[in-house]
């Protein structure tokens, strides 16, 4: 016998299938959102870069996106939207693993960015007094909060709790309203940084240039423009090692503390994204990337993975992502897609 395994879609009464990723635009609140939005309404990138890779640390140079000088979102507004109501904070708490006296430190700890690339979550909506779970695909400018792992834990444009994504088996049906540049193979991950993260590199669209943010600076007041940093490589690895989408093997990462604050410790040494490598080829600093990910073919062995529980600690990398997409459900003629590996090459 067969169980159809169906994930409660956030609000408008309906179900979302196990085997569907909703595609979530920049200022969309969705059905269900936890909050009032926390962000202002931007436009998304025009044309946003190809990934190195599909699968990305959080310390990564260009995996987040921004305006120096200018925060994605309200913190302290966000704080104020959840205390003023007990049950929602609790549920908000419960999906990052921390407690409800937690949440205003937690939140005070993340750091204001947007994402560059088109990316994979579990996305969670309220309603009827309890949380719920959903993949999804955020829209490369989306507003969110990051953890010092380089993590995006909450969604500024609904208030939504985020978590890393969770493999799709059997394939993923792709469903929501699509949008310019939108393609299958450019959808990445974000796994946890090894360590602790002391500054994000990160890229301005609109300045076409790139800056450090601090963890935790909400305002952006301590943005310092920096050159352009090397290229993000990744090395070869052998297929019965890699993640089934990426080519990539996975890394397990050092646990964030258990009660995140801005100036709070970890038993991981620092480490700066300016450690990396250099490529051979010469930074530039038209945008974080400038190729689409190798073709070349995943493994055809899948990782295992243990569902996260909504009371447990933040997550560690994802080591499976969705499967080849099926088509949408508005367009039945469309032809299945394969999902995008990385390789060793350069931006």
């Known amino acids: 016998m067969v169980l159809a395994i169906v994930l409660t879609r956030p609000g408008g009464g309906g179900t979302a299938a196990a085997d569907e990723i909703i595609r979530d635009p920049v200022n969309s609140a969705g059905e269900a959102p936890y909050t009032p939005p926390s962000t202002d309404t931007e436009a998304p990138p025009k044309e946003p870069p190809a990934p190195p890779a599909t699968n990305l640390n959080g310390d990564d140079s ?97 208030g939504n709790p985020l978590q890393t994504p969770k493999e799709v088996k059997g394939g993923a049906r792709m469903t929501g309203p699509k949008w310019s540049g939108f393609q299958p193979t450019r959808i990445v991950e974000v796994r946890p940084s090894v360590t602790v993260i002391n500054v994000f590199i990160v890229f301005d669209p609109h300045r076409k240039d790139w800056f450090e943010r601090k963890p935790g600076d909400h305002h952006g007041r301590h943005d310092k423009k920096v050159p352009p940093p090397p290229p993000v490589t990744r090395p070869p690895t052998s297929p019965k090692t890699s993640s089934p989408s990426t080519g990539v093997s996975p890394q397990k990462p050092c646990p964030p503390p258990a009660q995140p604050s801005p100036g709070s410790s970890s038993p991981c040494p620092p480490t700066s994204p300016s450690s990396e490598s250099p490529s051979s080829n010469s930074p530039s600093s038209e945008s974080p990337s400038s190729e689409s990910p190798s073709s070349k073919s995943p493994s055809s062995e899948s990782s295992s993975e243990t569902p996260a529980s909504g009371s447990s600690a933040p997550e560690s990398p994802s080591t499976g992502s969705s499967a080849a997409l099926k088509p949408d459900a508005s367009n039945s003629s469309s032809t299945p897609v394969s999902p995008a590996t990385s390789s060793a090459s350069t931006s």
């Open 62 to 158: 260009g995996v987040y996106g921004g305006t120096q000088q200018t925060a994605s979102c309200n913190v302290e507004k966000q704080i104020g939207y959840l205390s003023k109501d007990p049950a929602k904070n609790s549920a908000f708490a419960s999906v990052l693993g921390i407690t409800s006296a937690q949440v205003p430190g937690y939140l005070r700890s993340l750091t204001p960015l947007r994402l560059s690339y088109d990316t994979r979550v579990t996305n969670h909506g309220y309603k009827n007094g309890a949380s719920t779970e959903y993949q999804s695909v955020l829209q490369a400018g989306t507003a969110v909060l990051v953890d010092d792992h380089g993590v995006p834990r909450v969604r500024c444009a609904c």
